[in-house]
């Protein structure tokens, strides 16, 4: 019932910009916290944009502070991550989460590849 599915990932050069997508349903994002996390093999999940329920707030990891916005669209129960000047150190596969109390939902992930 509950589904998050991130699309928008794909291949650019060091430089470009992708916009991701987290579709959310059986659930209303408004209520959750959602955030965007990255991971590479052999490395640990990394937060790397948060969104607070309601209010909007928003944070970011000191490495991508500037160059990520993340955002979203109550109506349409999307969240998104605006990525910008993107380097090869931000490949990864990025993930989307929405917390709320005990609740914690992960997508299925979505792959970011920046390289020449």
């Known amino acids: 019932q509950v589904q998050l599915v991130e699309s928008g990932g794909g291949l650019v050069q060091p430089g470009g910009s992708l916009r991701l997508s987290c579709a959310a349903s059986?659930?209303?994002?408004?209520?959750?916290?959602m955030s965007w996390h990255r991971q590479v093999p052999g490395k640990e999940r990394e937060l790397v944009a948060v969104?607070?329920?309601?209010?909007?707030?928003?944070a970011y990891e000191d490495s991508v502070k500037g160059r990520f916005t993340i955002s979203r669209d109550n109506a349409k129960n999307t969240v998104y991550l605006q990525m910008n000047s993107l380097q090869p150190e931000d490949t990864a596969g990025y993930y989307c989460?929405?917390?709320?109390?005990?609740?914690?939902?992960w997508g299925q992930g979505t792959q970011v590849t920046v390289s020449s």
């Open positions: 059986g659930f209303t994002i408004s209520n959750y916290f």
């Open positions: 969104i607070s329920s309601f209010d909007g707030i928003t």
């Open positions: 989460n929405a917390k709320w109390s005990t609740a914690n939902y």
